[in-house]
């Protein structure tokens, strides 16, 4: 393994503050070991870039399978990392509770290599379609298509949430799908195969076949795979001697099904709409007060920014994440 050298790398020690922000002891298992191992592997790379990256030409043609494995857990720079991981840490607090440990692993497994499939795949029809064996040559690196499929399964376990792209309100479901189209075109770099491979993955796992076979290969694991309706503990009947008593009240009509992370977690982003509320009104009272006194009010800090960040979740990254692409530009 080749260590890497030279200068302190800012988007990690920023990635290790976020990190230190949330909590070891919040942050479930799985997601932790995701988040250890590219960090590992970003210090301590297998090899170069350039014989880690997954292509048809590589992959397919020189059939070098192994690529398929360390090519999501290698990155090109500290900021690479940085993001990934970011909305990787996002995600797995979000599903690795739903989905439970062991099965969550297992996705991130299957994700990982099924990927890297679908990537080729997908730029050999590129290769034929547009007659152009350019595309046999575009080699790609990093977690941010197993994430791309991650954002599908959150939407779907999650329904009904309005994410921000860019400051606009766009609904959940297709949410994956404009970031895709945005990130393209203010980022051409993006390996925009790569990206739209996960959303099809995650699309394959929750419309298609996939979650059955993975069920399947599985065995025993597939009692992982999605939480089951709580338990009605009072709807039981009880009887006594010459009396029998019934009651048919049901936890789930109190709790709507939620369990008690899920709960909590409801309760949080309905506080996070209250704040952004109350910031639009100030930000409204602020521009009024620009108008009449040519007073600009304070923006917040860099530790504010950094802070809402992990509050208000993945679209916060990624917002952060185009404004820092342009600053850098």
């Known amino acids: 393994m080749q260590r890497r050298q030279g200068r302190v790398s800012a988007g990690l020690l920023l990635l290790l503050y976020q990190i230190s922000q949330v909590g070891l002891q919040n942050i479930p298992s799985v997601t932790l070991g995701v988040l250890a191992l590219n960090i590992f592997l ?13 292509s ?54 299957v994700f990982s290599v099924l990927i890297g499939v679908v990537y080729m795949m997908l730029e050999f029809v590129l290769v034929e379609i547009l007659d152009d064996p350019s595309y046999e040559m575009n080699c790609a690196v990093g977690f941010s298509g197993v994430l791309f499929a991650l954002k599908v399964l959150n939407n779907h376990y999650n329904p009904g949430r309005v994410s921000s792209v ?46 059955k076979i993975m069920r399947a290969c599985a065995g025993g694991i597939s009692s992982f795979a999605d939480p089951a309706r709580p338990r009605d503990y009072y709807s039981e009947y009880y009887g006594y001697p010459g009396y029998q008593y019934s009651t048919p009240r049901s936890y789930y009509d109190y709790t709507g099904g939620l369990s008690e992370e899920e709960q909590l977690e409801r309760a949080v982003l309905n506080s996070l709409n209250e704040r952004v509320q109350h910031r639009t009104v100030e930000r409204l009272l602020g521009v009024f ?25 993945d679209p916060m990254v990624f917002g952060f994440h185009l404004s820092a692409v342009q600053k850098r530009k």
């Open 42 to 54: 970003f210090l301590n790379p297998v090899r170069p870039l350039h014989e880690v990256c997954i």
């Open 166 to 211: 860019l400051g606009l309100p766009i609904a959940s479901k297709y949410a994956c799908w404009v970031e895709l189209v945005a990130i393209h075109f203010i980022s051409p770099g993006t390996s925009f195969a790569g990206h739209l491979a996960g959303i099809l993955v995650g699309l394959m796992y929750t419309m298609g076949p996939l979650k």
């Open 289 to 313: 007060l620009c108008l009449s006194s040519f007073w600009k009010p304070p923006g917040p800090s860099k530790i504010l920014v950094e802070r809402r960040i992990i509050m208000s979740g």
């Open 56 to 109: 048809v030409n590589e992959g397919f043609y020189k059939r070098n399978w192994q690529r398929l494995l360390l090519s999501p857990v290698h990155h090109a720079d500290d900021w690479h990392l940085y993001y990934n991981m970011v909305s990787m840490l996002w995600k797995g607090i979000m599903l690795e509770k739903k989905l439970k440990s062991v099965w969550f692993a297992y996705i991130i497994a």
